[in-house]
């Protein structure tokens, strides 16, 4: 597509139809787009959504519960959520130097990974990390401010979201 810088975007030309037999399968929180729009990956905002509603009914993970405090707003206890998920899930720091494989993960509640981006969630090396970029204290944020980060054709002002690091020197 032309409007991409990137390249990677594709076009729906023809309304999206299943067989009958797949209908039961459709996520049904996850908007179906109709022809003539421009595929991107959306982050899964469904699952932040999901996020934003568990944590306003109070049943969430004790991971979380734990991190979100009374005095917050909704997307400053979103963010936490999402940061705090991520650490558990990538980080362990000293856990993964001394712990036996069945204890690591003992304490680790996987209804936290309906929370995540299927990208973050699927990813079996634990390369990608998912957060809020406007928080200096997330881990996102503070891996974008490294010297290893870059992002794809910066120099066209696109702004992008994704952004990666080099490999490590």
């Known amino acids: 597509m032309v409007a991409c810088p990137y390249g990677v975007r594709y076009f729906n030309w023809r309304e999206p139809s299943w067989p009958d037999t797949y209908l039961d399968y459709l996520n049904p929180t996850v908007p179906v787009r109709p022809a003539g729009v421009v ?10 959504m999901r996020l934003k509603r568990d944590i306003s009914s109070g049943n969430v993970p004790p991971a979380i519960a734990k ?38 993960w ?28 406007d928080d200096p204290e997330s881990l996102a944020s503070r891996m974008a401010k490294s010297k290893r980060a870059f992002r794809l054709f910066e120099e066209l002002g696109t702004n992008p979201k994704v952004i990666y690091l080099q490999e490590g020197r």
Do not use: Q, W
Not at 39 to 48: A, P, S
Not at 70 to 95: C, H, Q
């Open 106 to 133: 003992i304490d680790f509640d996987f209804r936290e990974l309906n929370y995540l981006p299927s990208c973050v969630r699927s990813c079996t090396g634990r390369a990608l990390i998912f957060g809020d970029l």
């Open 39 to 48: 595929e991107k990956c959306t982050f899964c905002v469904h699952r932040i």
């Open 67 to 104: 991190v979100v405090k009374n005095n917050m707003s909704l997307d400053e206890k979103v963010s936490k959520a999402v940061d705090t998920l991520m650490r558990r899930l990538i980080m362990k720091s000293d856990e993964v130097e001394r712990a036996d494989p069945e204890d690591l």
